[in-house]
DNA sequence: GTAAGGTCGCTACACTATAACAAAATCGCC
DNA sequence: GGCGATTTTGTTATAGTGTAGCGACCTTAC
């Protein structure tokens, strides 16, 4: 187990007990999580990273269902808005969330060597961004914060984004 | 003129000495500030709010310029390698840098109800990310900050994202 | 059962961005 | 000024991302 598991909870590493989760919270809600909606959320849980909206579309197929991208993308809008899922603006990618019952505004660390992304939910961050906010007078809706770089691992390898993210030589 | 007049060199705000900015900018630094570039930055800077590249290509094409998608997006990396022009991932858009001689980590508040977008360049906020990252173990190369909301001019008129951005009626 | 509302399928389309290669302009050097 | 190397731009084609509009179907409420 890496170093680096940042949370008690990460859903995205269970898909089994977040599909659970999740089926759980609707029955409870009363709003309807539908085969295709349970289905798209399990090939984002199951991808285990940022997936596209194609991509998703394309394993849909994989298993004998005929799909347009509309449907791809009602689906995540309903389950963006039910705050299962997360939109990376950034990568025009999606990616389960991690504490989905915890209404939070999260923070992303988003790796350009492999790809990882990380979420995190700082309250220092927020509250700066609040208050950055309240000083211009500016009514927050939603925070979108997407950190560029790199990750620890990559970073141990001696990774760069400037060097198309191969190891660094030094000479 | 408005109360938030949000920044001192405002060069956005003034399109002429922007320009005149930029290029005594390229003249010292041996950069090649070439008539298109020029041109797409004016574009930009006259345009006074982000705009799409799409956009500033049709305004080319006004001006008697036949130009093809990739010239507008290739000038648009000079640019904001150049730190020229910021990018606006949430919205696809594109808007000059407040300013652009002093190197920051920008953060953008975008208006859903008008289109209008702030560019702040909070410490406290960057120094924030910085600090979560550095927790995580990650290495930041470009902290992306959008905050989509309501201005305090659309807050003022009673304006939400909720209702398409109409003033809210209370009844 | 029937009407209403929500969900999904289907076709087509709009918008955003890039690849590959050729032509032209610029620069550095002699 | 000629000339090769480099950078910039043009040209054509294509990839990738996201929506509109309408009708069928399914569920729910009465
Ligand atoms: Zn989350
Ligand atoms: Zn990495
Ligand atoms: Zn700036
Ligand atoms: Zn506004």
Redesign the pocket.
Known sequence: MSVFAHHTHDFAANPDAALQAADAHFQKTGV?F????RRVFEIILRAGKPI???DILERLRDHG???????V???LDFLIEQRFVHRLATI?AYMACVTPEDPHAAQFLICQCCGSVTEISDPIIDKAIAEGAKTAHFQVSYPLVEIMGVCADCVREGKTPASGCAPDHDD
Chains 1, 2 share one sequence.
């Open positions: 309807r539908t085969p295709l909606r596209g909206a194609y269902k005929i799909a347009a991208p509309i449907s993308y009602r689906v025009n």
